[in-house]
């Protein structure tokens, strides 16, 4: 046998490697993370339309994200109203700090009007022709023989059904958008450690 003696220069290789690693991987996967989120706040947001009547900006606006960070490696999607639990879970609707819940009846010019401070509970009742009975807050009809007009109802307790469907929402996007979102990142971060 004729000896062969080769050699090479894999272990510089393989110290790149581990380099690019140990460096763009976790920079890569972090920066899939905050694109997946900002994919997944977009979706909710948009599905929030879909299933609510939105009668103020706020309300998507508080569909928020934390990013990821390369040390940190998990990005969150989440809402900064608290109301909007039920709305994902379902459950019970009970009064913070009053009596009752007032749940408006007649009280909104359209469906997608707000109650305004104007036509709140306690602004209604201190005006005159307003009252307020067990179940309800009421307007005196006009003219003789009218009917009282019902604006609020008020009720200990509201049963509130599940609707909001982010968990699913943010399920699906991240399915989807995540392998995308760490490929192109991937390939962005290695492309940018050649040119150093």
């Known amino acids: 046998m004729i000896p062969i003696n080769v050699r090479t220069n894999i272990r ?6 581990d380099r690019l690693a140990r460096d763009q991987v976790p920079f890569a996967t972090a920066v899939a993370l905050i694109r997946t989120a900002q994919d997944a706040q977009e979706e909710v947001r948009k599905q929030l339309k879909r299933r609510f009547t939105i009668r103020r900006a706020w309300v ?6 934390t990013p990821a960070r390369k040390t940190d490696l998990e990005a969150s999607v989440g809402s900064r109203d608290h109301f909007m639990a039920l709305q994902e879970t ?14 408006p009846a007649n009280v909104r010019r359209s469906k997608s009007g707000v109650v305004t401070k104007a036509n709140r509970p306690r602004a209604l009742l201190a005006k005159p022709g307003h009252f307020r009975t067990e179940r309800a807050i009421m307007k005196r009809g006009r003219g003789k023989g009218a009917r009282p007009v019902r604006l609020f109802t008020l009720a200990r307790s509201a049963r509130i059904r ?4 982010f968990k699913k929402t943010t399920a699906r996007v991240a ?8 490929g192109a990142a991937l390939a962005r971060a290695l492309a940018s450690s050649r040119r150093r």
């Open 175 to 182: 399915a989807v958008r995540l392998p995308k979102s760490f």
């Open 162 to 165: 599940p609707r909001f469907g």
């Open 60 to 65: 998507p606006s508080g569909i928020r994200i």
């Open 12 to 17: 510089d290789y393989t110290r790149r490697l």
């Open 90 to 103: 379902g459950g019970i609707k009970r009064p913070r700090t009053a009596a009752h819940i007032a749940v």
